[in-house]
């Protein structure tokens, strides 16, 4: 059966646009699946067996990959929890109603915090160090002695 050439223009009428799309969408998608199968079943058994997967082994890997989010989700959820139970003990708030547990989270949360801070001070006074020497060395090179008046 032959076709007829098909103009290509804008189909200003939109369900017939919508159903022209849909038309011309399931017919790529049907070469595209005909064709990755005649690749699949062009290859030797022995590629084939490696490359098919099983229902078994899928859904074990999902569970496995969703475990993880789901533990890395917790660990974050855990870690925002004591971020905010250590700032509210800041404004004054009791931690009279926390568990061992969770005062030890707390610690290490405030440890972390701690850490991060005397970074950045550490940061800032190299730089500033770095900025003095700067300061007295072009000063030096203008021919003034350090401490002396200008």
Known sequence: MARKKVKLAYI???SARKE?????KKGLVKKGVQSVLARF???PSMDQSKKMFN???YLRE??????EQLKNQKKENRKKEMERVMFQ???????????HMDLKDL???IDQHLEQIRSRMKSFTEEALKN???EQGASVAAGHKPGSCY
């Open 89 to 99: 003990s800041l404004t004054g708030k009791s931690l009279q109603g926390l568990m």
């Open 132 to 134: 003095q020497s700067q």
């Open 12 to 14: 200003t009428d939109d």
């Open 62 to 67: 999902r569970i496995g990959k969703v475990q």
């Open 55 to 57: 229902q078994d082994t």
């Open 41 to 43: 079943n062009s290859m």
């Open 20 to 24: 022209t799309f849909k038309k011309r």
């Open 107 to 109: 610690d290490r949360t």
